[in-house]
Nanobody, 122 residues
Framework: QVQLVQSGGGLVQTGGSLRLSCAAS??????????MSWYRQAPGKQRELFAA???????NYADSVKGRFTISRDSAKNTVALQMNNLKPEDTAVYYC??????????????WGQGTQVTVSS
């Protein structure tokens, strides 16, 4: 029943900043969340995992966004945010948040946000 609801996104010029947020709209009890992450998909390209935060608080970034994007998680509120700075036209894509973990049966489950468009103009 957990669903992730995204907000933010939009149009920004090169060098600008945007902040995306993602919040669980339902109960997450019984789910042992191991990671929350951000994916993006540009036209004609595969969906790319570019940022993740693990349950212990450690973060990982793809080289394409390292030093520009910051992922943060509020475990108590089951939310994840993405701060994007120094945006480039190649960052233009649909951005999706994801939460993954173990359910009560020991299986891996994923929850996805609805996606939001980020467009960076040159």
């Amino acid at each position: 029943q957990v669903q992730l609801v995204q907000s933010g996104g939009g149009l920004v010029q090169t060098g600008g900043s945007l902040r995306l947020s993602c919040a669980a709209s339902g109960s997450i009890f019984g789910i042992d969340i191991r990671a929350m992450s951000w994916y993006r998909q540009a036209p004609g390209k595969q969906r790319e995992l570019f940022a993740a935060v693990l349950s212990g608080g450690s973060t990982n970034y793809a080289d394409s966004v390292k030093g520009r994007f910051t992922i943060s998680r509020d475990s108590a509120k089951n939310t994840v945010a993405l701060q994007m700075n120094n945006l480039k036209p190649e960052d233009t894509a649909v951005y999706y948040c994801n939460a993954g973990g173990l359910n009560r049966y020991g299986g891996w489950v994923d929850y996805w946000g609805q996606g939001t468009q980020v467009t960076v103009s040159s």
